[in-house]
């Protein structure tokens, strides 16, 4: 039985580099597929990981109609068992829903990958939609990590290395430009520096307000008490 199957994390937790392996793997067994995605941090018609892996890939535009093009391909004898969907959060929610008329019609495995919330920890329309239609959803076992060592869960979108919580939901960034000027970037970060609107940068920089600093310093553990002093 074919599957919609849609893989999901943070930034930084894989997702490209298993999307390539997948279609790789696939691939290799005498299958034939097709790779989508779309804003791609190296830009348009790619698919790259930030292992500095990369291959052609068809780009996802507002206006691509999944059914059409898989018929397309076939009308014309290319054979196509399997989807690779990068970036999937950006596809539209009816986008998501021919995916799943494809598995369910043509019998075509689709592998989605994709962030499920955005900087303000808000669902993607598209991620949403995959959630919600999915065989089967996976949460990838690679962790991404905040910059204070714990598991990383949320995303942080950064101008100049601060956070902002306001903007469009799409803005294409990437982590390498975290702290670069006024540059749009991204960072990866724990529930608990998220809410406090913590950067590695602003953490670094002692830029945070004293009554965040005080919260932090609050949560570390008490220092043993009872000893004489000068020990």
């Not at 490209?16 to 067994?29: E, K, P, V």
């Not at 004898?77 to 008329?101: H, K, M, N, T």
């Not at 949320?154 to 430009?177: F, K, P, S």
Request: with cysteine; net charge negative; proline share 3%.
């Amino acid at each position: 039985m074919a599957e919609l199957a849609f893989f999901s994390g943070t930034m930084d937790c894989g997702k490209s580099t298993l999307a390539l392996q997948m279609d790789h793997n696939h691939a290799a067994r005498g299958r034939g597929g097709v790779i989508f995605t779309r804003n791609d941090r190296a830009g348009t018609d790619v698919l790259s990981s930030r292992l500095g892996l990369r291959v052609d890939a068809f780009e996802v535009r507002d206006d691509t109609n999944f059914w059409d093009e898989v018929v397309r391909r076939r009308t014309r004898g290319d054979r196509v068992d399997y989807l690779i969907c990068d970036e999937a959060q950006f596809y539209s929610p009816e986008q998501v829903e021919q995916l799943a008329r494809i598995v369910d019609e043509m019998g075509i495995d689709v592998y989605a990958f994709g962030i499920t919330s955005d900087f303000r920890t808000r669902l993607f329309p598209g991620s949403a939609r995959l959630v919600e239609l999915a065989d089967r959803v996976e949460v990838l076992q690679v962790r991404a990590l905040c910059w204070c060592g714990a598991r990383a869960t949320h995303n942080a979108r950064t101008v100049g290395g601060r956070m902002v919580v306001e903007g469009a939901q799409v803005v294409v960034g990437d982590t390498d430009l975290a702290a670069a000027g006024d540059e749009v970037g991204y960072e990866v970060l724990c529930r608990r520096h998220h809410m406090r609107k913590m950067t590695a940068q602003s953490a670094q920089s002692g830029s945070t307000s004293p009554a965040t600093l005080a919260l932090d310093l609050g949560a570390l553990p008490a220092p043993p008490t009872g000893g004489r002093s000068g020990d």
